[in-house]
């Protein structure tokens, strides 16, 4: 059988020409792409993969960690994954991470697009927008927030006023095993909420319950492998069942809720006071400036950022708390020791008192590095071609940096693996660490730093005033993951044991 090349193409293009057409063209396409990753033969080391899928088929996506930590042994401190058209570069050790974030922030401001945010969002918002709408949206909702209290007394109080019913919440548990997810996750919403939308949701109200159940599920379908194959190949994804129609599901409920919200603002918006986020935002549009970002799809898409942003990561945080409380009732104590000794039982804790608490400031900073949420930070994109670590790095290559090598490294932590709030302590003072990045850093670190800690501090102080968290009888709890967008506890019962009668 003679069957050369040529032949069997021009016997193709006889009977399919538009079809062959197309096949050659993918082949050139692919062929091209090669030869151009070949020309600048300096690029970052990285697994081979196959053509279009990539290394996505390497990933085990029950367990990504492990997958991953193969390569991450194999290539070192920087290595680049392909999948689809996408290139992931991996970033490890504090001196690259600070190369990128910080030195080279004006490369690494921007944020890649994945089809599936782009089927939700667009490329609207705060997470996830880019260039200057980013700018001017960030600056907007600094600003406004800053406007409702961040940093002041009247969101202060307003926390405080938030751990009251908290604390209620879960005395009426009455020391029996319970799951404090919804509580938590419900209070902490409130704070945002209150900023955003101008009040709180009863811990009964049965409709914010189902969103807040919803926001839960987004987390967690996130990270399925269906709704990854989605991001490679939405045009065909589109069209297919499973779990990444739900995400859009759940997130369509949430955006209509947003939009109930704002309708009721415009309704009853008044000229002479600004009630919240969202009625300072109105109030910006109505500006009618022709070059700004600033329009009515894009106030729903930033009052979702700032309800995910603002409820998921600092509640999360939380319930590890009261897990590791748990598990190391020896730290629990001296928490509590310098609770009594530095505030007592007669009045809540405020924010004044974290000087004076460096114990329990350093455990908060404890649960974070081992908790540990986000894993690999939220990635960025190269807006031009650049140099790290020697490499070449072409623009449009997604960054993401391993923060948990960071929170974990042995070099940096006395016992990198176990809850140990001496890490943050020197000579029984505070000690900050460099090493321990939760929230990012450089100019697109994360805009709730400020209100995440206050929550943080506050809440947890409140809840060890009055409890004291157990393993319920018989039991042993589990530091087991849960993994989604942040990495969270396993669902847990626990026992909140009320201090004093
Ligand atoms: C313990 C709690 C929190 C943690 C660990 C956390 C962590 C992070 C991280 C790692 C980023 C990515 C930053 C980067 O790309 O360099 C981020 C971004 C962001 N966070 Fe937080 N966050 C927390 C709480 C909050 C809260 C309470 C809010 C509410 C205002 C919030 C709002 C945001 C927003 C809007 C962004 C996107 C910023 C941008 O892209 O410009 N976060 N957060
Ligand atoms: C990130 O760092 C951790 C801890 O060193 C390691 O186990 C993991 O494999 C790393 N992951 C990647 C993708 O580099």
């Not at 030195?103 to 997470?127: A, S």
């Not at 016992?415 to 505070?430: R, S, V, W």
Request: hydrophobic share 40%.
């Amino acid at each position: 059988m003679q069957l050369s090349l040529g032949s069997v193409f021009l016997s193709l293009w006889e009977k399919a020409p538009l079809e062959t057409l197309l096949l050659l063209s993918a082949f050139l396409l692919i062929l091209a792409q090669y030869l151009q990753r070949m020309r600048h033969l300096n690029y970052p080391p990285g697994p081979p993969g196959l053509p279009v899928l990539g290394n996505f088929l390497q990933v085990d996506f029950k367990n990504p960690q492990i997958s991953m930590q193969k390569l991450a042994k194999k290539y070192g401190n920087i290595f680049c994954t392909h999948g689809g058209n996408l290139t992931f570069m991996m970033i490890t050790g504090l001196p690259l991470i600070k190369e990128v974030l910080i030195n080279q922030d004006q490369v690494f401001i921007d944020r890649p697009q994945f089809p599936i945010h782009l089927y939700v969002f667009k490329t609207l918002g705060l997470v996830m927008s880019s260039g200057q709408e980013w700018r001017q949206q960030r600056r907007f909702a600094l600003m406004t927030l800053r406007n409702f209290g961040l940093g002041k007394k009247t969101l202060e109080d307003r926390i405080r006023e938030e751990a009251r019913y908290l604390t209620e919440a879960i005395r009426e548990e009455k020391g029996q095993p319970f799951d404090p997810h919804f509580q938590i996750n419900n209070a902490v919403s409130n704070i945002i909420c209150s900023i955003t939308f101008g009040h709180r949701f009863d811990y009964h109200d049965s409709q914010f319950r189902q969103l807040l159940k919803s926001l839960d599920d987004v987390m967690v379908l996130e990270a399925r492998w269906e709704c990854q194959l989605f991001n490679m190949f939405p045009s065909i994804m589109k069209f297919l069942p499973g779990p990444h129609q739900k995400y859009f599901r759940e997130w369509r409920k949430l955006g209509s809720f947003v939009k109930g919200v704002i309708k009721q603002h415009k309704e009853d918006l008044n000229p002479e006071e600004t009630r919240d986020f969202i009625d300072a935002y109105l109030k910006e549009l109505s500006k009618d400036n022709i070059h700004s970002s600033f329009t009515e799809e894009n106030l729903v898409v930033c009052t979702l950022d700032l309800f995910l942003a603002g409820t998921e990561t600092t509640s999360t945080t939380l319930r590890w708390a009261l897990l590791y409380m748990a598990v190391y009732p020896e730290f629990q104590g001296k928490i509590q020791a310098e609770i009594d000794r530095v505030i007592g039982q007669s009045r809540q804790p405020t924010m004044a008192d974290k000087e004076n608490m460096p114990y329990t400031n350093a455990a908060i900073h404890e649960v974070q590095r081992m908790g540990n949420i986000l894993p690999f930070n939220v990635p960025r994109i190269s807006a031009f071609d650049t140099t790290v670590a020697g490499y070449h790095v072409p623009k449009g290559t997604i960054l993401m940096t391993n923060l948990t090598a960071l929170h974990r490294d042995p070099d940096e932590w006395a016992t990198p693996e176990t809850f140990n709030p001496e890490h943050f302590l020197e000579n029984g003072q505070f000690k900050k660490r460099e090493a321990f990045l939760p929230f990012s850093t450089g100019k697109r670190v994360c805009l709730g730093e400020q209100l995440a800690r206050a929550e943080l501090f506050l809440f947890f102080t409140s809840l060890l005033q009055k409890f004291t968290f157990q393993a319920p009888p018989n039991t042993q709890l589990s530091l087991d993951i849960r993994y989604g967008l942040t990495l969270s506890p396993v669902s847990y019962q626990i026992c909140a044991l009320p201090r004093v009668m």
